[in-house]
């Protein structure tokens, strides 16, 4: 009996209609597109309008996109798994509702918190539930709604983030395609420098919390980006050798969209040429836990049968890690 690997059958993606553009934030905070370009790289990003509307409706739109291009019948979906860092509900799974809303009746769910690197913790999850040969057919959606925790008074964070939302469905496979390494990291050192201050049980929702606006979220920019550079950087590298891997035998480079000098950073310790390297932040900003699967999203048709694949992911916390996949199919 062969082994079986994990591989990704099927990607789908959505953002929202609602484009704001760096002109559009001058007016709203003191910056510049200049400013926010130079540094970031991003030159607009997504914002979900409309009462009602949370993270949900963005990955039930990811989910029906999969299911559309890669032709799934969403009864087969043994399990929804869900990465955010801005669901529905402080309770109630958003991956739960997502899978009633999708036909997926068959399917259980859960959601997955690690921040920026939820996808890429939810990519090792679905591989294993994959692995163990109990499920055969896993959908991962990374999804954020940015724009609900954001105070567009503070330059520091409104400029950075979008809202939007990705999806990957994983199945068996049996010629050693999909999933082959992973390094995830993890340090609570993290727990200051990216956060959001009350919400939770430590500092629970209060009049007090409310009026010092401590429901936004807070970085630390310098000390994540600096942390960011090291920790994206260093696993890159690292699953190569682990892999014996060489620039020449890496295709592509799906690096977490937060900052295009953070990805210059691990493409450059990796020696990848710049034509490897994917790149949509100019177009969404940082979408949190859709950065990943709103890449292979978006160049799903540059993928070939055997491709490798380098992931990396870094996010609040902190977390951080690199997969190393085999891409399974041609479009």
């Not at 060489?246 to 480079?253: A, F, G, I, Q, S």
Request: with cysteine.
């Amino acid at each position: 009996m062969s082994t079986i690997t994990a591989a990704i059958t099927a990607v789908g993606g959505y953002v929202p209609d609602f484009v704001l553009t760096n002109s559009e934030l001058e007016k709203m905070v003191e910056t510049n597109d200049e400013w926010i370009t130079s540094r970031t790289g991003i030159k607009e990003r997504r914002v979900l309008k409309g009462d009602g509307l949370g993270t949900s409706y963005l990955c039930i739109k990811a989910a029906k996109d999969l299911l559309q291009r890669g032709n799934v019948n969403p009864l087969d979906i043994d399990l929804v798994l869900v990465a955010t860092t801005t669901p529905d509900l402080p309770v109630a799974a958003t991956a739960v509702f997502v899978a009633t809303q999708i036909g997926a009746l068959n399917a259980f769910g859960y959601d997955i918190q690690a921040a920026c690197s939820g996808f890429l913790y939810g990519m090792s999850a679905a591989s294993a539930y994959v692995q163990s040969g109990k499920y055969k057919k896993v959908l991962l959606i990374g999804a954020d709604k940015m724009s609900s925790i954001l105070d567009y008074t503070d330059r520091a964070t409104c400029i950075i983030f979008g809202d939007g939302a990705g999806a990957a469905l994983f199945e068996p496979n049996h010629e050693g395609l999909g999933l082959q390494d992973e390094i995830l990291k993890s340090d609570g050192i993290g727990r200051e420098y990216l956060k959001i201050d009350a919400g939770g049980s430590i500092l629970p929702p209060s009049k007090e919390t409310v009026e010092n606006r401590q429901h936004f979220i807070y970085q630390d920019g310098k000390t994540v980006f600096k942390y960011a550079v090291m920790g994206m950087a260093d696993v890159s590298e690292q699953i190569m050798k682990r892999n014996n891997l060489t620039k020449d035998d890496v295709n592509w480079l799906i690096a977490h969209q937060a900052n295009k000098r953070i990805i210059d950073a691990t493409s450059g310790r990796m020696e990848l040429e710049e034509e490897k390297v994917l790149i949509n932040i100019q177009r969404y900003g940082n979408t949190t836990s859709a950065t990943l699967p709103l890449l292979l999203s978006d160049f799903e048709d540059k993928f070939k049968k055997g491709d490798n694949l380098i992931f990396a992911a870094f996010g609040g916390g902190f977390t951080w890690g690199s997969i190393y996949l085999k891409w399974a199919y041609n479009k």
